[in-house]
């Protein structure tokens, strides 16, 4: 089939290539997938803001204000407005009742019994990493999430 010696080698650096690029592809996948973060609780706030105000930045120009606070640990302060049991985190939201907009925050397994504690009307400071803050078109507001949130008191 392959009678000529080029064609052998040929093949032969094929089949070495790509063994290179599958390994590589298996490595990167795997420092991806076993990735883990820092506890929120124990890393310093980059910003430390009032919830609203907050809200009302983005609410200004939400483009700038994702490219300030996109994935920066900031401490907010504010009053919680609602609390969603999801899947397997707590939402907890700080609502602007003004306009709609609102912030909201999904915890980290080891800080989902503070998360829970959380009562609407509730005055707290919880800090976690800032994902982005979107444009909702069918609801006509802001909201600005985090991720791997906790709760300081």
């Not at 040929?10 to 063994?19: A, P, R």
């Not at 390994?23 to 795997?30: D, N, P, R």
């Not at 706030?45 to 009302?56: G, L, M, R, S």
Request: charged share 25%; glycine share 8%; with cysteine.
């Amino acid at each position: 089939m392959l009678k000529n010696p080029k064609h052998k080698k040929v093949l032969k650096w094929l089949f070495i290539g790509g063994g290179i690029l599958l390994l590589t592809g298996i490595a990167v996948y795997f420092y991806y997938a076993t990735r883990t973060h820092d506890d929120t609780a124990t890393l310093e706030a980059d910003y430390t803001v009032e919830a609203i105000p907050f809200i009302k930045e983005f609410e200004k120009g939400y483009q700038a204000a994702n490219k300030k606070y996109a994935e920066k640990i900031i401490a907010v302060k504010g009053t919680v407005t609602s609390t969603e049991p999801a899947d397997t985190t707590m939402n907890v939201k700080m609502t602007d009742t003004t306009t709609g907009s609102y912030l909201i925050f999904a915890f980290q397994d080891q800080h989902m019994a503070a998360a829970k504690d959380l009562r609407v009307g509730d005055h707290v400071v919880i800090k976690g990493s800032c994902s982005d803050g979107v444009y909702s078109e069918i609801l006509g507001t802001y909201f600005i999430s985090f991720k791997r949130s906790t709760v300081i008191k």
